[in-house]
């Protein structure tokens, strides 16, 4: 008889004890005091899964990369409050918050509020790798008040 591989991940105070926790990211200074646990998609037989399903938690005042990528991200606020950029404006966002970030859209999430800003963030197992904004684009962006009182790079 085939093992099954399904499973239950138990979650503790928006901790997952048998994800380990990583670092967002390894090189730079564009982010801040922000976390990231792989919940599903990377472990051992779950192959079939075609998304990656992550856990992000940005501490008060911190935030995250402003990027873009070809492939969508679906994002559910389940902690905190914050604001997100979404290329040309800032958005609001807060508990149960669902975003859509189309393709190629440069966005930065922020936590604004007292305690973390943590969501679910969905993607695509197979994607392409973040692109960092140059001169032409962080000038466009800044170009709108509410957007460059709010960026972070």
């Known amino acids: 008889m085939k093992k099954n ?4 991940i138990r979650a503790n105070n928006y901790r ?9 990211k390894t ?6 005091d922000i976390t990231r646990q792989t ?11 075609n998304a990656i399903t992550r856990y992000f938690e940005i501490q008060p005042g911190g935030y995250s990369t402003l990027e873009r990528h070809e492939h969508t991200h679906s994002v559910v606020i389940i902690r905190g409050s914050g ?7 800032v ?13 190629n859209t440069f966005h930065q999430f922020h936590a ?7 969501f679910l963030c969905i993607v695509d197992r ?28």
């Open 5 to 8: 591989p399904s499973k239950v």
């Open 16 to 24: 997952w004890d048998s994800v380990p926790m990583r670092e967002y």
């Open 27 to 32: 090189e730079g200074t564009h982010f801040k």
């Open 39 to 49: 919940l599903m998609g990377e472990g051992e037989q779950e192959e079939a899964l």
């Open 83 to 89: 604001e997100v950029i979404l290329e040309d404006r």
């Open 91 to 103: 958005e609001p966002v807060g508990l149960h918050d669902c975003v859509y970030i189309a393709p």
């Open 112 to 118: 604004t509020g007292d305690e973390p800003l943590g």
């Open 126 to 153: 197979e994607r392409d790798r973040p692109q960092l904004p140059e001169a032409e684009d962080l000038n466009r962006l800044f170009a709108n008040a509410d957007v460059a009182a709010r960026l972070k790079t």
